[in-house]
């Protein structure tokens, strides 16, 4: 949804539709992103769902994308917004590489420089309606940060989004550690997704694993590798899940 600015040109205010205009409220949404540091790099997963208000209505969207060589991007929130962002970061690698002098953008200038252009949009009343998890490794060092659609940012060993941040970060801080391998790192994401595809209405199952249809991708020193979507393993016999609203207090 948009709506027109009107802007003063002089003598008269125009109203055209190609004058300024604001997004007041996202369509087609992504929900939650799940990211970890472990002993090799960062690991990042995604479901592919875009909804469309309540309706999953895009099931193969990724959104986990490579930055540059040494970062790695994940996006809550409006697909369009994060295909502007991703627009951006395009003209920043490029002009970053026409330098040409031997050194390269890693993760934590890019999670600054997307810090600065979300609290910008925001100032504008015109920002950007994504929460955007930021991983990457570079000579060595992991590195992994979050920014809001209003530029709060932070660092941390683990990163959810969305409703994630609620269901996934419990999880992570029972049982994350600095020494996971692959392997661990991999189970611990995939236990995440799960609980959040029992309990995330926005959420299917298949998913994108940026090592993260669910998705994981991983990022090293020796690059990024992007698992194909895969349907994580489920169990719907639960007895809460048969009744849930048995001995809830106001159930109908």
Not at 128 to 154: A, D, H, P, Q, R
Not at 183 to 204: F, P, Q, T
Not at 206 to 234: C, D, M, N, R, W
């Amino acid at each position: 949804m948009t709506f027109t600015i009107p802007i003063d040109n002089g003598d008269a205010v125009k109203n055209a539709e190609a004058d300024s205009q604001r997004t007041l409220y996202p369509y087609v949404t992504g929900t939650s992103i799940v990211a970890i540091k472990y002993k090799d790099g960062v690991l990042m997963a995604s479901d592919m769902g875009g909804s469309y208000g309540s309706t999953l209505r895009y099931k193969n969207i990724e959104r986990v994308k490579a930055i540059g060589k040494h970062s790695l991007l994940g996006a809550s929130g409006e697909i369009s917004d994060f295909q502007e962002i991703l627009r951006y970061l395009d003209e920043l690698i490029l002009n970053d590489n026409m330098w040409d002098d031997g050194n390269s953008l890693g993760p934590k200038e890019v999670h600054n420089y997307l810090t600065r252009v979300m609290y910008n949009r925001r100032n504008k009343f015109n920002p950007l309606w994504n929460t955007l998890v930021l991983g990457g490794i570079k000579n060595g060092e992991s590195y992994l940060g979050m920014v809001s659609m209003i530029g709060v940012s932070f660092e941390d060993n683990h990163i959810a989004t969305g409703f994630g941040n609620h269901l996934a970060r419990p999880i992570l801080r029972d049982e994350w550690h600095a020494d996971l391998s692959f392997e661990d790192g991999v189970k611990l994401l995939e236990k995440c997704m799960r609980v959040l595809l029992y309990r995330d209405r926005s959420a299917i199952n298949k998913f994108q694993k940026y090592i993260e249809t669910v998705q994981i991708a991983k990022i090293t020193e020796e690059g990024v590798t992007v698992s194909q979507p895969y349907s994580l393993k489920t169990f719907w016999e639960f007895q809460a899940f048969h009744n849930p609203t048995a001995g809830a207090e106001g159930s109908w």
